[in-house]
């Protein structure tokens, strides 16, 4: 027999050992990050970057599969007991020693993982992972001139690529409100110092946001360079029209923030077109009608059970948009992994049941 | 059903005031759910993770006397861990909230013969649903039992103290029978039913592997220590399945706990589903130990007014949900756990004889016995 064959055997065997567990539920105990496991990482320590920001630093588990320089990655965090997903630029680059990854997040105001994470976020923690995706990356050849257009967090994909590959010629125009705002200022300077980058800060607060039309003051050849542009949604908007005005929109890459797709209908009651994607059913649900009612009177085969709430024979994954929960009031957004009762919940805005 | 309907003097409004303000209560629970309820769940878990692996592995060398009576005791431990605290709360979706899918009611599975997928269906949906209704709720006697004067007697159930008693040795396998209806499956036409029949596979599948394992597998861990390991996995089932099997019975068996008629649930409100979970429950008053070994179903009468906020909640909002039963001056039936066992084992005697109809005439002559909230 085969080692391979042997070692399915013996896990066989080892799942009669721990049934109606998995041996992994045992593994994990002891060995949360180890190889085979599902991929974790562990905090290892938050440094402060400026006010609002932290550099949050990982042990990613033996499964991690590496990154490319301004890739991001999906981490799941426990905040107030409950597990949420968000994605974060990688700012580490690819070839730390000792293997831990670090990205770097700034609060936001209301936001739940980002504020945990810069304030509250304990070395030792475990955090869920993803393995490290997005095409916001630098292509095998160096590209002669290079311009990195930021702002905000927005630097943080852009950190990962200076701090990765060092490129001849390369100009960074970077927004923030004040100085003390711009994240890795310190190491900025220093680079720009040893004459590696050369840095144009627009400070909003003080000089008024960066009008995109006047970037040719701060970079003349702008047009003849690769550009890597992330920020808000309003630069980027603002640089993709302005690049292909020019002829040259080949030459830019943007990099969104998350988009917050859906918005929970505001306090008229809610309600939206909602899809079963499954069965590729589209109606529109007002705020007050289950979603197992509207489901079924829609002809979509609902899984349900008590339909008052308590059985849990309903749960159904919500791909997409907000529900309101019937009882509470209580929003729930789409995340992966969100299940939802239809039982109790109507649409708060438009969604994406997978039935 | 009583000859005396013991909420007869609450108004509707009333009835609907008190579901108002047990809805308060939930909605407190649920705003305040967080990261001390999570941590909770998940350091019972790898308690009871660790204690029974660590059982197991006394149970190795439990030729040795001492050491087969420590694994005997770590074992059965664990298993009512597994069964009570975290299994069946688990599966109500208590902890769904945290959006772990390893700690979820659609992924758990427990060291039980029937399938977690079956047991929600009989239990949180048709139990929970319709709870004490006769006719509807099986958990009324689990089908092989007369719970109630009013049900009417037959001579079979003169044996029902003994059929109780062989249920409590083996539980487990009595709710998989149970989850199966197999009473009512059994019949010839209903057997064929692929339906059922796939429910059926699916214990028996289940069955395999927990007999493999507790029987075969850990009993040939042991080697030399082969009959005395089974001998303890046997104890540690049994244990467990009248563990169980006593603490659910004091959940609505005991005196004092009302059973419904089918019809006295058409059309029911919020406030008189909540009613009626409060007077079809009872529970067991005692330590925190206590609580934590019946999975907090010591607070049967919490649990069955919220079935799905976590279990260890139960405790603090048993505080306010007596002070509603003392406002509404209803019972709120409660003791130790011998005593209402007794209570429980006493009803099972009691009505394993015929008994006589209720007394209680409306006054055009029949006999009044239907607690009803229209
Ligand atoms: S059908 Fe029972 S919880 Fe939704």
């Known amino acids: 027999m085969t080692s391979a064959a042997l070692r399915k055997r013996a896990w066989k065997l080892l799942e009669m050992v721990t049934t109606p567990l998995l041996p992994s539920d045992y593994l994990d105990l002891v060995s949360p990050l180890r190889a085979g496991a599902d991929l974790r990482g562990r905090i290892e320590a938050v440094h402060p970057e400026t006010g609002d920001a932290a550099t949050v630093v990982i042990r990613p588990g033996r499964g991690w599969r590496g990154h490319a320089a301004g890739q991001y990655v999906r981490i799941g965090v426990d905040v107030d007991g409950r597990r949420l997903w968000r994605a974060y630029s990688i700012t580490s680059p690819t070839d730390r020693q000792d293997g831990r990854i670090t990205i770097t997040v700034k609060a936001i105001p209301d936001g739940k993982v980002s504020n945990h994470l810069v304030r509250r976020a304990t070395p030792g923690t475990l955090v869920q992972l993803d393995q490290p995706t997005g095409d916001f990356v630098l292509p095998p050849a160096k590209p002669a001139k290079v311009l990195y257009l930021t702002a905000g967090s927005g630097i943080t994909p852009v950190m990962g690529m200076l701090r990765d590959v060092e490129l001849d010629d390369v100009v960074m125009v970077h927004c923030a409100p004040r100085p003390q705002d711009v994240i890795f200022r310190n190491e900025l300077h220093g680079l720009v110092a040893d004459k590696k980058l050369r840095l144009a800060e627009v400070h909003s607060a003080t000089d008024g946001k960066l009008d995109i039309a006047r970037l040719g003051e701060l970079v003349p050849d702008w047009a003849e360079r690769e550009t890597w542009a992330c920020g808000p949604a309003g630069l980027l908007d603002a640089a993709e029209e302005y690049w292909t005005e020019h002829g040259v929109r080949e030459r830019l890459r943007t990099e969104r923030f998350r988009p917050r797709i859906v918005v929970a209908g505001d306090g008229d009651g809610g309600g939206g077109e909602v899809t079963f994607s499954a069965t590729g059913t589209t109606v529109d649900a007002d705020g007050a009608t289950p979603l197992l009612d509207i489901g079924e009177e829609a002809g979509v085969l609902m899984p349900s059970g008590c339909r008052m709430g308590i059985c849990f024979g309903c749960v159904t994954p919500l791909k997409a948009g907000a529900v309101r929960d019937l009882r509470t009031g209580e929003i729930t957004e789409a995340e992966p992994g969100v299940l939802i009762q239809t039982c109790v919940s109507a649409a708060a805005g438009p969604c994406d049941i997978e039935r | 059903m009583t000859a005396i309907d013991p909420t007869a003097h609450l ?364």
């Open chain 2, 11 to 374: 108004t509707a409004q009333q009835i609907e005031e008190l579901g108002r303000e047990l809805d308060a209560i939930r909605d407190e629970v649920i705003a305040d759910r967080g990261e001390k309820d999570a941590a909770y769940i998940r350091k019972v878990i790898s308690a009871q993770r660790k204690l029974e692996l660590a059982s197991r592995g006394v149970l190795l060398f439990s030729v040795f006397p001492p050491a087969w009576l420590l694994g005997t005791a770590g074992l059965s431990v664990a298993k009512i861990m597994d069964n009570m605290e975290i299994g069946h709360n688990v599966l109500h979706g208590q902890w769904d909230w945290m959006r772990d899918p390893k700690i979820h009611s659609t992924t758990w599975e427990w060291d039980h013969v029937s399938p977690a997928e079956q047991w929600k269906h009989s239990h949180n949906e048709l139990h929970h649903t319709y709870t004490n209704v006769i006719g509807k709720d099986n958990d009324l006697g689990y089908g092989i039992m007369r719970v109630d004067e009013d049900q009417k007697w037959h001579p079979a159930h003169l044996g029902q103290p003994l059929w109780n008693f062989l249920n409590a040795c083996f539980f487990e396998y009595g709710i998989a029978a149970y989850d199966l209806e197999l009473g009512k499956n059994l019949h010839k036409r209903r057997r064929k039913d692929p339906e059922f029949r796939a429910r059926a596979k699916a214990v028996g599948r289940k069955i395999r592997k927990q007999v493999l394992k507790d029987y075969v597998i850990h009993p040939l861990l042991s080697g030399p220590s082969f009959l005395t390991t089974l001998a303890a996995t046997f104890t540690a089932n049994l244990v467990r399945n009248i563990w169980s099997h006593s603490v659910i019975m004091c959940g609505h068996f005991p005196e004092g706990v009302q059973v419904f008629e089918r019809r006295s649930i058409k059309g029911e409100t919020r406030g008189q589903w909540y009613l009626r979970q409060m007077m079809g429950s009872a529970n067991i008053s005692g330590s925190r130990a206590m609580h934590f070994m019946t999975g907090n179903l010591s607070h049967q009468i919490e649990h069955h007014l919220f079935p799905d906020l976590p279990s260890n909640r139960y405790a603090e909002v048993a505080v306010k949900v007596r002070a509603l039963f003392e406002k509404y001056e209803l019972e709120y039936v409660t003791g130790p756990l011998p005593a209402q066992v007794f209570s429980a084992w006493h009803k099972v005697f009691r009505l394993s004889l015929p008994t006589k109809k209720p007394e209680v005439m409306t006054p055009d002559g029949h006999a009044m016995v239907v607690v009803q909230h229209d």
